[in-house]
């Protein structure tokens, strides 16, 4: 592929996988500069690996498991992070407060930033409505290793909605 042809195809992926990509680092994300530094270390390796996505299973899903595992990598790298989100002021602001539900979904994204790294990447992904196979070929897990752990993962958040 040429360089420009190359150049194009990663900007159009960004572009159509953006509010993905952003979704997972800001779930792994501490504050708004770690988000950015997130954001721009996964495009830096979407942009390296792109030639070598072999289509073997849909984009979304190569691009989940790219910004997973560089959050991740990331996060072991700077230890100076701990990997749990400090919620600043107007971090959920695309989050209408005004309703009951809209505060509960508020409670569980808050809830779900505090899990534990592979946790957050298997709820974040069935929330998104992915299959356990296809959650389990994106977090290297057996298929029968995500369906427990989102039972268990399921029950701590609801314990912790019902508190």
């Given at each position: 592929?040429?360089?420009?042809?190359?150049?194009?195809?990663?900007?159009?992926?960004?572009?159509?996988?953006?509010?993905?990509i952003?979704?997972?680092?800001?779930?792994?994300?501490?504050?708004?500069?770690h988000?950015?530094?997130?954001?721009?270390?996964?495009?830096?390796?979407?942009?390296?690996?792109?030639?070598?996505?072999?289509?073997?299973?849909?984009?979304?899903?190569?691009?989940?498991?790219?910004?997973?595992?560089?959050c991740?990598?990331?996060?072991?790298?700077?230890?100076?992070?701990?990997?749990?989100?400090?919620?600043?002021?107007?971090?959920?602001?695309?989050i209408?407060?005004?309703?009951?539900?809209?505060?509960?979904?508020?409670?569980?994204?808050?809830?779900?930033?505090?899990?534990?790294?592979?946790?957050?990447?298997?709820?974040?992904?069935?929330l998104?409505?992915?299959s356990?196979?296809?959650?389990?070929?994106?977090?290297?897990?057996?298929?029968?290793?995500?369906?427990?752990?989102?039972?268990?993962?399921?029950?701590?958040l609801?314990?912790?909605?019902?508190?």
């Amino acid at each position: 592929m040429s360089s420009d042809a190359t150049e194009q195809l990663f900007i159009r992926t960004v572009r159509e996988y953006r509010s993905l990509i952003y979704k997972v680092c800001y779930m792994y994300a501490e504050d708004n500069e770690h988000l950015k530094d997130l954001y721009q270390e996964v495009t830096a390796n979407l942009w390296q690996g792109l030639e070598s996505y072999r289509c073997e299973s849909k984009m979304s899903t190569w691009i989940y498991r790219l910004s997973i595992n560089t959050c991740v990598s990331y996060l072991r790298r700077h230890s100076k992070h701990s990997g749990v989100l400090r919620l600043e002021e107007g971090a959920f602001q695309l989050i209408d407060n005004s309703d009951e539900h809209a505060m509960q979904l508020r409670m569980m994204y808050e809830m779900i930033a505090r899990l534990g790294k592979l946790d957050k990447a298997v709820i974040m992904l069935w929330l998104d409505e992915y299959s356990y196979e296809d959650i389990a070929s994106i977090t290297g897990l057996t298929r029968n290793n995500v369906a427990s752990r989102l039972h268990r993962i399921k029950d701590r958040l609801a314990r912790n909605m019902n508190k």
